[in-house]
């Protein structure tokens, strides 16, 4: 099984940038897709980015294209999202996600991803 734990969540203001590392465990983790969802407070989860298991495809929600981007070092076991030009509708608990590359849809839909971490807070002030 897979265990996924986020770091590098914090505050920082419209406009600026914030990098969110996933770390797996096992030495498996190259054969899962992953993603990222966030959660704003009262508001329903939404996919982020996505990212096959070789790194050689990603998806993005409309909201974040151009601003985010989603990469993957296998080797490390580790699963990174680079966020620029923030602004304060980015505000919200990130997720990193994970499924076995078998059953991966390529789609930024919740119920496609059994593996999922504790989150890292991410806050946009303007």
């Known amino acids: 099984q897979v265990q996924l734990v986020e770091s590098g969540g914090g505050s920082v203001q419209a406009g600026g940038g914030l990098r969110l590392s996933c770390k797996g465990s096992?030495?498996?983790?190259?054969?899962?897709?992953m993603a990222w969802f966030r959660q704003a407070l009262g508001k329903e989860r939404e996919g982020v980015a996505f990212?096959?298991?070789?790194?050689?495809?990603?998806k993005y929600a409309d909201s974040v294209k151009g601003r985010f981007t989603v990469s993957r070092d296998n080797a490390k076991n580790t699963l990174y999202l680079q966020m620029n030009s923030l602004k304060p509708e980015d505000t919200g608990m990130y997720y990193c996600?994970?499924?076995?590359?078998?059953?991966?849809?390529?789609?930024?839909?919740?119920?496609?991803?059994?593996?999922w971490g504790q989150g890292t807070q991410v806050t946009v002030s303007s």
């Open positions: 096992g030495t498996t983790v190259s054969r899962y897709c």
């Open positions: 990212i096959s298991s070789s790194g050689g495809r990603t």
């Open positions: 996600v994970a499924q076995f590359h078998a059953y991966c849809s390529g789609t930024l839909s919740a119920n496609e991803y059994p593996y």
